[in-house]
């Protein structure tokens, strides 16, 4: 019994590390795999920590999964080397698409039967709780992600390290984004006078104290909205807590339901990112994608997506700049929702899925 639709080329998918999604890098793998499953046979290898789904087909691609292991690091380990070994020596496959740098070292196993094309999701920066592997990343990174066929990389900023650090040019292919707007518009959600910040953890690069201090300078009375988990940093949280007395602000906490958060930005008034270093921010497009004008500071990771006409900058880290940008925001409010119009039909063009799958097919084609 052939089976239906042998004639696709057949895709490994290593890295994601469960569907459906709940994380940046397999949040990107699961769109690329809806855009293109009719395309392709995708098969993508997962492990039981990262989903609740066991091995088997669902909505178009199958989904191998393996037993998790109790230690957290080795886990991830443990999974990259079961998924080499099973596609190398149980699969049959034309082409493996593998997510992240600290993968790279598999490269050597799958290309003893295939090619490899290597996506990397922010490479060259490391988040505190994985401060002390740090060596692990930077060997993955010098020597084993030459050996993929080819590498694309999600920022620009990763693509110029890639250059400057290891004489590699990663091909550049942004995340992309839904189109919020048109789901959010239908819901005739009214906007509302509120200044709103997020972020996942609120830790001092984020730059919450910023804007709070910028909010002081200008004596703000209004609304401010902060969306995110405080209880991170201790003291950090402590200063938050501080420098919100005297101001209208409410803590939400944490909120993980994608509707309702992109609700609250959609009816706010303003969008606040203070961030002094950034990949590429999924928060900042998911603002464009609701239509809200957005203050940003002005690293260059946020200036790769957006430029003057699209997103008010301010020095980053200066309190005092900001607050004379939200000052001038509040007044020129009608600029600001013509910088949020631009913003958004930039986003349409350049970071929507759709678009984004077009260019990986062609590598696709092109390693086929």
């Not at 609304?223 to 939400?252: A, H, M, P, R």
């Amino acid at each position: 019994h052939p089976m239906k639709n042998s004639k696709k080329p057949r895709i490994a998918v290593i890295g994601l590390k469960g569907l459906p999604a709940f994380g940046g890098a397999a949040t990107v793998g699961e769109n690329i795999i809806n855009q293109l499953k009719d395309k392709y046979d995708f098969t993508v290898y997962s492990v039981s920590s990262h989903t609740d789904l066991k091995t088997g087909e669902y909505n178009g691609y199958k989904q191998i999964v393996f037993k998790k292991i109790p230690f957290k690091r080795v886990n991830t380990l443990y999974y990259y080397i079961s998924s080499a070994l099973h596609a190398v020596f149980l699969g049959k496959y034309d082409l493996v698409h593998l997510h992240h740098r600290d993968a790279a070292f598999i490269i050597l196993i799958l290309k003893l039967r295939y090619k490899v094309i290597l996506t990397t999701h922010n490479s060259f920066s490391i988040t505190d709780k994985w401060e002390k592997y740090s060596k692990y990343f930077r060997i993955n990174e010098k020597y084993f992600v030459k050996y993929a066929n080819i590498i694309t990389c999600v920022s620009k900023n990763e693509q110029r390290l890639y250059q400057k650090n290891i004489d590699i040019t990663p091909i550049y292919i942004p995340n992309g984004i839904n189109d919020n707007f048109k789901i959010l518009s239908q819901k005739e959600l009214q906007k509302e006078d509120f200044i709103f910040f997020g972020a996942g953890r609120i830790i001092r690069t984020k730059g919450c104290d910023i804007l709070l201090k910028a909010l002081h300078i200008l004596n703000y009375n209004g609304k401010v909205v902060i969306v995110g988990d405080l209880n991170q940093i201790e003291d950090y949280k402590y200063e938050i807590l501080n420098l919100s007395k005297n101001l209208d602000v409410e803590f939400t906490g944490l909120i993980k339901d994608k509707g309702k958060l992109l609700s609250l930005l959609y009816i706010s008034k303003l969008f606040v990112f203070p961030s002094e270093t950034e990949a590429m921010s999924t928060m900042l497009l998911e603002a464009a994608s609701v239509k809200t004008p957005i203050i940003a500071s002005d690293i260059i990771p946020n200036k790769d997506i957006f430029d003057d006409n699209e997103v008010l900058f301010f020095k980053t880290n200066d309190e005092y700049d900001l607050a004379n940008k939200i000052d001038y925001a509040l007044n020129n409010y009608p600029i600001m929702l013509e910088k949020a119009g631009n913003a958004y039909n930039k986003l349409i063009i350049n970071y929507n899925w759709i678009n984004i799958a077009k260019n990986y097919n062609d590598l696709y084609k092109k390693l086929l």
